[in-house]
């Protein structure tokens, strides 16, 4: 079993709805959870984190962490044809290397 | 603030043959990191640079790959001899203080051709 899964998509939505994206993990020390964004042949760029649980918000974007089911969510509100991207979703323990690991990325394309 | 800067942008080489990329932080950043990204899959870490010390390395292929962070700043990663499964991109990554969780900066990255 992997330690971060990720569904690949594709995920194709029309412009203006609400896409739901989730990574499910193994390893209960994880703390850090954290959100990147990646557009075609450009390095990832950080979206949101968030330390343990609970939810955070940011514009149209709110990142959940349910640590007891070990499953995080990202949710896009008003979803623009802009949002089109590969996202990651990464975790990190609060210990050791605090090394992230990535889950394989979720490729989202809203359509104008 | 400038962003990771890598160079070359594009690399496509025999297998075989040797590579180097090189990398640029965030000015402070002490930490620093290289990632390789197959197509399709999220970034799998190779090596973690603490200053110019190695803090992680257990995911480096040592009998091809090494990589280098003189005096705490850019840093060098290479390939030789490269193989057709080395094909992807390679991203650089930096940040404050990882303890923190501030994320990682990444570069554009270099993406490696090996026919």
């Known amino acids: 079993q992997k330690e971060v899964e990720q569904d690949p998509g594709p995920l194709s939505v029309p412009e203006g709805a609400i896409v739901s994206l989730n990574c499910t993990y193994s390893?209960?020390?994880?703390?850090?959870f954290m959100w990147y964004r990646q557009y075609s042949r450009k390095g990832p760029e950080l979206l949101m984190y968030?330390?343990?649980?609970g939810n955070k918000e940011d514009g149209r974007f709110t990142a959940q962490v349910d640590k007891s089911s070990k499953y995080i969510s990202l949710f896009i509100r008003d979803s623009q044809p802009s949002d089109s991207a590969t996202y990651l979703c990464a975790m990190s323990t609060t210990s050791g290397t605090y090394k992230y690991i990535f889950g394989t990325g979720t490729r989202l394309k809203v359509l104008a | 603030e400038a962003g990771v800067a890598q160079s070359p942008r594009y690399k496509i080489i025999e297998k075989r043959q040797s590579v180097a990329f090189w990398c640029n932080p965030i000015s402070g950043h002490a930490t620093l990191y290289w990632y390789q990204q197959i197509l399709g899959q999220g970034p799998k870490l190779l090596i973690q640079?603490?200053?110019?010390?190695?803090?992680?390395d257990s995911q480096l292929p040592k009998d091809r790959f090494s990589a280098e962070r003189l005096k705490g700043v850019d840093s060098t990663l290479k390939i030789q001899p490269a193989k057709l499964e080395d094909s992807a991109v390679y991203l650089c990554?930096?940040?404050?203080?990882?303890?923190?969780?501030?994320?990682?900066?990444f570069g554009s990255g270099t993406r490696l051709t090996v026919v």
């Open positions: 640079f603490q200053n110019n010390g190695v803090v992680d």
């Open positions: 968030t330390y343990s649980s």
């Open positions: 390893n209960s020390a994880f703390q850090y």
């Open positions: 990554a930096s940040t404050l203080n990882p303890a923190e969780g501030y994320g990682y900066t």
